[in-house]
Structures are given as C-alpha cells and as structure tokens.
C-alpha cells in the first residue's frame, strides 16, 4: 500500500484529512478512489492502516482501521554529522541513509569545506534535503522521516556533546580504532543514539581531529585500508553499526 506521512496522532475509527501535495499525489498521480486504503505514519512510529471515505475539491477523508507500532523503525538512532560535500552528494547521503535507517543529519561547515552557502542558500538545502528524507522515507517503508537540522559550524558541534551516547569521528589516518574493536571494547544498548562525524571532500586536518576527541570526547575510528569518498563514508559507516546491533535482520 502507498505510504503518507501525517502531522497528528490519530486513534482506530477517527478520520483524517489529507490535503497539500499530498492530495495531489494520491488523487490525481495514484488515482485512488473511495474505499482504497493507504499507510499513514504519525513520525512517531506508529502505522495506521485508513481507507479513504470521500473527497472534496482539495481534501481527501480517510478513516483510521488499525493502528500499530511500526517494526520497521532501528533501536539504536544513529546521527550524520556531514562535512558539507559539492554538488548534489548530500541529495544521495540522505537519500541512501534514510534508506538504510538513520535519525537525522547534521550539516557543517569545516576547515576544509569547498562549498560556502549564505543563510538564505542554507535554508533552501536544508529544506530540499527534507524533502529528500520524506521522498526516500515513503519508497522504504520507514515509519519516522529522518530530521534534517540547521547548518552547524565545526565549532557549534561541541553542543551536542550531550546528546548523545558515543560520538565516532571517522578519520583515514586512523590505525588503530576500528568499528569492529568499538562495539567490542564498548557495551553499547540496544536503544542508544550515536553521532557519526564524515569530513567533506578535503578530510579533517589533524588539528580538527583532536578539537573534536577533547570538545565532543569523539573516538576517532578507521573504516580499513580503503579511503572513501565523503558521500561513502557515512553510508558505511551507518549500515555497518545497524549491522552490528542486528538491525539489519537475523
């Protein structure tokens, strides 16, 4: 069944309206009609099962048949934090990691960043890339869209020191700390929440590594031999800590 996202919580037997481009996506694109029924997603994890009841001239009315946890959602949350690439590579980070089943994302600017974007540029790319997440949320069956945060600076990261329960910067002159020996030197819950640091196309200098090991406590980790592309890294990086919490099946 096709899959919306809605912005209340709803209970079985109560009525949703569904308006916007959403409505045009459903009447005139998948041509649905009257006792159809769709998945509709709260962003909480919830999935609802609703058939569609009528339509007026911009509005579709569905009622609410199941609701139930959705299955799909990863224990452990696991963040992006992303050195802002050139062109369209953010556009396939949030696209595939959303896919594969992260959080969200955070964009920042780095010593080494190319591409320098004013604050009305910024709010357009944010804004694109949530749309990106909602699009690639949709086609995956995910029942929460992946957030998309303001532009951080290297420096505003420390903030977030907090937030999270481990924070993995991933550096290619790394040699020691592997994904691999992290999970084994670390007991790391089911339910914890990660925040993964990628450099842009130009890497971290070592002077940034050790900012962010004493300002955030990160531990800096190698994916292997192999240098990957910014746009790879992450990726990687998100499908092997999924893997390694059993997240991606049996």
């Excluded at 009525?15 to 009609?33: A, C, F, W």
């Excluded at 420390?158 to 040699?175: C, I, P």
């Excluded at 992290?182 to 050790?210: C, D, M, R, W, Y």
């Amino acid at each position: 069944m096709h899959r919306f996202f809605i912005d209340q919580s709803t209970e079985v037997n109560e009525n949703v309206i569904i308006s916007g481009n959403d409505y045009n996506h459903l009447k005139n694109s998948l041509r649905l009609n009257i006792g159809d029924r769709v998945i509709l997603s709260d962003g909480d994890g919830f999935d609802m099962e609703a058939e569609i009841t009528s339509f007026s001239e911009d509005e579709v009315f569905l009622k609410v048949l199941t609701k139930e946890k959705s299955g799909v959602e990863a224990g452990v949350k696991v963040w992006l934090a992303q050195g802002l690439p050139k062109k369209s590579k953010m556009d396939l980070i949030v696209e595939k990691a959303t896919e594969i089943g992260f959080s969200g994302l955070i964009p920042f600017e780095s010593k080494r960043t190319i591409v320098k974007y004013n604050y009305k540029k910024k709010e357009k790319k944010r804004s694109r890339w949530q749309r990106v997440a909602e699009a690639a949320a949709k086609q995956s069956g995910r029942a929460v869209i992946p957030k998309i945060e303001e532009f951080y600076s290297s420096s505003q990261l420390k903030n977030l020191k907090q937030k999270f329960d481990y924070v993995l910067l991933l550096w290619e002159n790394e040699e020691n700390l592997s994904l691999k020996k992290f999970f084994t030197e670390n007991n790391v819950e089911a339910a914890a929440e990660i925040l993964v640091i990628i450099g842009p196309e130009g890497g971290f200098s070592a002077a940034e590594v050790q900012q962010f090991k004493s300002e955030l406590g990160a531990q800096i980790i190698t994916l292997g031999p192999r240098i990957l592309r910014t746009e790879t890294a992450g990726i990687t990086a998100l499908t092997a800590i999924l893997y390694e919490k059993g997240e991606l099946g049996d």
